[in-house]
């Protein structure tokens, strides 16, 4: 009960930082807004459920499933902390800001995304192979979104060459 529980609050999060975060890569915020406060704190509730389920769980489990488990925080917690990246050059609004940001809001979207299919192929009874392919897929395409992202705000940022050509 209490592991079901736990997982449902952690998806429920996760779901949330997903669209959260789409929202806040689609239309880049100039400024710390609500929005983005809000994938950040959905992206820290996620980290802190899937820590209660490891603690919760790690009594029954095996000694390969310990393992798994013991990766887990550490690949969540990496996303959590590239998600703060984001907010801090959002913040800073350095030089090369924009391109930091999508990296690291990127970086966390492809997690999420990775996970939420790995698990449901995984659920679904999928074999190995499958999972893994679903999983590289999952990267390299949210790699060709987050360069193509990168691209359409470099295009939005510069002038037009037939508005700067004299006339």
């Known amino acids: 009960m209490t592991h079901s529980l736990l997982i449902a609050i952690h998806a429920a999060c996760a779901a949330a ?3 959260l975060g789409l929202i806040v890569t689609i239309r880049v915020p100039d400024r710390l807004n609500w929005t983005f ?6 992206l820290a509730l996620m980290i802190a459920f899937l820590v209660l389920v490891v603690v919760v769980d790690w009594p029954q489990l095996d000694t390969t499933r310990r393992g798994v488990y013991s990766g887990l925080p550490l690949l969540i917690g990496y996303t959590g902390w590239r998600a703060w990246q984001a907010g801090v050059g959002l913040t800073r609004q ?8 999508l ?3 990127g970086f966390t979207l492809i997690a999420l995304f990775d996970g939420f299919v790995i698990v449901a192929a995984i659920d679904a009874g999928a ?3 499958l999972v893994l392919a679903i999983g590289v897929l999952g990267i390299a395409g949210g790699r060709a979104g987050v360069i193509a992202l990168k691209r359409r ?4 940022a510069t002038p037009s060459t037939a508005a700067s050509r004299p006339a």
Request: charged letters at 20%; glycine letters at 4%.
């Open 37 to 42: 406060r809000a994938y950040l704190i959905a």
């Open 127 to 129: 074999p190995t192979w």
């Open 94 to 101: 350095g030089d090369p800001w924009i391109d930091e940001y």
């Open 17 to 19: 930082a997903f669209v």
């Open 153 to 156: 705000t470099q295009q939005l």
């Open 103 to 105: 990296e690291n809001v």
